[in-house]
């Protein structure tokens, strides 16, 4: 049978998700669905909203209306269900910097629930990974930013997720590490995890499988990449970006 709208499994869904601060209105009824496995861009200047659309996704913020899935709970109210069901990562980083990277692997393992059995798999599985830095059992804070951003790109797949947030996780780093980034969330992607992705980087926009781009609040374009440069007749994703962030009136997200 071939898949269709209604049959299809999504790991995200949004039907006019608003968010409102007073009169305020941040995040504007936007809707979309991001399938299983799916890299999905959400790109957006400062002042878009893309930073209050993400917290409400990852049941940091309640909705003022609309309705939301994430991994199949709702983000009004099944927050904590949502919190346990994903991984998130930024570009400032969650490793605790004053631990060896043996102890931050063990911490989080224990922090996201992993038997003692799973612990010790986990940490087999990123020795034979990390082996070069483990070794030296030196702390995270004195590691290469390359090397901190793939370990916690790992970390926050150590409990196996459905859905990985990542929020300007390639933020700071030469192309050669980003690249080596990307191929990290290929992985991910083709063993069925989705990957929900913020960069500022519009090369990376065109790695998507999807891309929404938020202008004001509200989500302004939709598609692949491909399908957005000829709507905007435009010969690359920066292209499109800009001449629609040029439509923006806000200043500060």
């Not at 490793?95 to 996201?112: H, K, Q």
């Not at 798999?121 to 804070?141: A, D, F, P, Q």
């Not at 390359?146 to 947030?165: C, D, M, T, Y």
Request: glycine share 8%; charged share 20%.
């Amino acid at each position: 049978m071939q898949p269709t709208e209604e049959n299809i499994q999504y790991a995200i869904t949004a039907i006019n998700l608003t968010k409102a601060f007073g009169e305020f209105i941040a995040v504007d009824h936007i809707s979309f669905n991001i399938k299983q496995g799916e890299i999905f861009g959400f790109l957006g200047a400062n002042g878009a909203g893309k930073t209050t659309a993400m917290r409400m996704l990852c049941g940091l913020s309640k909705p003022t209306s609309g309705e939301a899935t994430v991994a199949g709970f709702d983000v009004s109210t099944q927050p904590e269900s949502i919190k346990k069901n994903i991984g998130y990562m930024s570009q400032k980083f969650s490793l605790y910097e004053d631990l060896t990277v043996m102890e931050n692997i063990r911490f989080y393992a224990g922090i996201y629930g992993l038997s003692d059995k799973d612990i010790k798999e986990k940490v087999r599985i990123y020795y034979n990974t990390y082996t070069s830095i483990m070794k030296k059992n030196k702390l995270v804070g004195s590691l290469p930013l390359g090397w901190k951003q793939k370990l916690s790109f790992s970390i926050a797949l150590i409990h196996e997720p459905k859905i990985v947030f990542l929020d300007e996780p390639t933020g700071g780093v030469d192309p050669l590490t980003r690249r080596e980034f990307w191929e990290m969330i290929y992985a991910a992607s083709q063993r069925g995890t989705t990957l929900f992705v913020t960069t500022h980087y519009m090369d990376e926009a065109e790695y998507c499988h999807r891309v929404s781009i938020m202008v004001d609040g509200s989500i302004a374009a939709l598609g692949t990449p491909a399908e957005l440069k000829k709507q905007f007749a435009a010969e690359s994703m920066s292209d499109v970006f800009l001449q629609l962030a040029r439509q923006a009136t806000r200043q500060a997200d």
